[in-house]
């Protein structure tokens, strides 16, 4: 089992920064992927940003920018970095992975979930 702990949350003004982490932790033979999903009230969880192996990207175009999505492999952990946050970035922030336990097992885990919110 794989645990993914998210941090960096919290309460914004407009045009302000955020940096969001997320470690996964468990029984980890690599990760294929690694990315931020956000879910506002009312609507779809959807794709921030993404990060699979070879430093390929992947940003929702409302975020393009603004965010950045980095990985760093030794610690099993990705990380968004949020600036000119606007009050429609405001969501719950879920860390998601794709993690490989052995050749022929794979799985998706995601976290708890952090607060962003966005306003003056």
């Known amino acids: 089992q794989v645990q993914l702990v998210e941090s960096g949350g919290g309460l914004v003004q407009p045009g302000g920064s955020l940096r969001l982490s997320c470690a996964a932790s468990g029984s980890i033979l690599s990760i294929d992927a690694m990315g931020w999903y956000r879910e506002a009230p009312g609507k779809q969880r959807e794709l921030v940003a993404a990060t699979v192996n070879g430093g390929n990207t992947n940003y929702a175009d409302s975020v393009k920018g603004r965010f950045t999505i980095s990985r760093d492999y030794a610690k099993n952990s990705v990380y968004l970095q949020m600036n000119s946050l606007k009050p429609e970035d405001t969501a719950v922030y879920y860390c998601?992975?794709?993690?490989?336990?052995?050749?022929?097992?794979?799985?998706?885990?995601w976290g708890q979930g952090t607060q962003v919110t966005v306003s003056s």
């Open positions: 998601n992975a794709d993690v490989v336990h052995s050749f022929n097992f794979r799985k998706n885990y």
